[in-house]
T-cell receptor, first 113, second 116 residues
């Protein structure tokens, strides 16, 4: 069954610190992996998109990595800010799936002053 | 910056009633989607729609659900005879082209549906 699992479920860090979120997936055949940020009560917003041929992609203070062999990805957030508090969701798309996205359950990040 | 809009933001209905959730995708986008998120659970794909036809649908999207693009701007999700378990946040999304590895999906803010 196509699944996306994330860890940890929740994370609390101090402002200015770095953190890394993990994602494992079993979606096959694989097309791409995305990381989304979702603020409470809002729709998800895309941070990065990677295909199997890409190992890393950055978007400002966000850096995503992908190991297509082990089917693992990570999202590293540098110099965290209070506004980074949100749910970070790993999302995978399979090939020829009509754009269907398979979501992980998200990591709830809380950045404290 | 263009964005996907959804109305209403919150809909309360009685079990057994029909509801229509409305979405205005980003202008010139071609592919449209509905997702739902039951409180505390993952976002789940419902359906994708292209060229006035359903492109892909999930097991959740049974005969109770239907989608329509009634005019050039709106995209609707109709739920017939709502059940308690239909209570969820419903997200509309759109993308500028047929899905490829890099095609972004832009999400609306969601409609919270509460079935009593």
């Amino acid at each position: 069954k196509n699944q996306v699992e994330q860890s940890p479920q929740s994370l609390i860090i101090l402002e200015g610190k770095n953190c890394t979120l993990q994602c494992n997936y079993t979606v096959s055949p694989f097309s791409n992996l995305r990381w989304y940020k979702q603020d409470t009560g809002r729709g998800p917003v895309s941070l990065t998109i990677m295909t199997f041929s890409e190992n890393t992609k950055s978007n400002g203070r966000y850096t995503a990595t992908l190991d297509a062999d082990t089917k693992q990805s990570s999202l590293h957030i540098t110099a965290s800010q209070l506004s980074d508090s949100a749910s970070y969701i790993c999302v995978v798309s399979g090939r020829n799936q009509g754009g269907k996205l398979i979501f992980g359950q998200g990591t709830e990040l809380s950045v404290k002053p | 910056e263009p964005e996907v809009t959804q109305t209403p933001s919150h809909q309360v209905t009685q079990m057994g009633q029909e509801v229509i959730l409305r979405c205005v995708p980003i202008s010139n986008h071609l592919y449209f989607y509905w997702y739902r998120q039951i409180l505390g659970q993952k976002v789940e794909f419902l359906v994708s729609f292209y060229n006035n036809e359903i492109s892909e649908k999930s097991e959740i999207f049974d005969d109770q659900f239907s989608v329509e693009r009634p005019d050039g701007s709106n995209f609707t999700l109709k739920i017939r005879s709502t059940k308690l378990e239909d209570s969820a946040m419903y997200f509309c999304a759109s993308s500028p082209s047929v899905p490829t590895s890099y095609t972004e999906q832009f999400f609306g803010p969601g409609t919270r549906l509460t079935v009593l």
